[in-house]
């Protein structure tokens, strides 16, 4: 069984960062595709970045430049590093795993996917 479990989020004022960690187990956890998504009220899921097993990322042009997606696979966590946010950050984030080789931010292309954790960014 694979479980994939966020934690994190919290309230920040606009201009903060949060970390986002989301823990692996069940499965080969280098060999897959990484993301995370985000899902704002409303709206639909958004993908945010996503990584794959050879470093290779893909953000969404929202968050370039601002948000850092890693892992690190002795701990098996899959990590998102986000600064400067803004309140339209605000938002569920999930993080989700994959069979894709590439980094995709396609949510049909996910497999598994953690419960979610609230990141509230006030003006």
């Known amino acids: 069984q694979v479980q994939l479990v966020e934690s994190g989020g919290g309230s920040v004022q606009a201009g903060g960062s949060l970390r986002l960690s989301c823990a692996a187990s069940?499965?080969?956890?280098?060999?897959?595709?990484m993301g995370w998504f985000r899902q704002a009220p409303g709206k639909e899921r958004e993908g945010v970045a996503s990584i794959v097993s050879d470093g290779r990322t893909s953000y969404a042009d929202s968050v370039k430049g601002r948000f850092t997606i890693s892992k690190d696979n002795a701990k098996n966590t899959l990590y998102l590093q986000m600064s400067s946010l803004k309140p339209e950050d605000t938002a569920v984030y999930y993080c989700?795993?994959?069979?894709?080789?590439?980094?995709?931010?396609?949510?049909?292309?996910?497999?598994?996917w953690g419960q979610g954790t609230q990141v509230t960014v006030s003006s």
């Open positions: 989700a795993a994959g069979g894709s080789w590439y980094p995709t931010r396609t949510p049909s292309q996910y497999n598994y």
């Open positions: 069940g499965y080969t956890y280098s060999s897959y595709c």
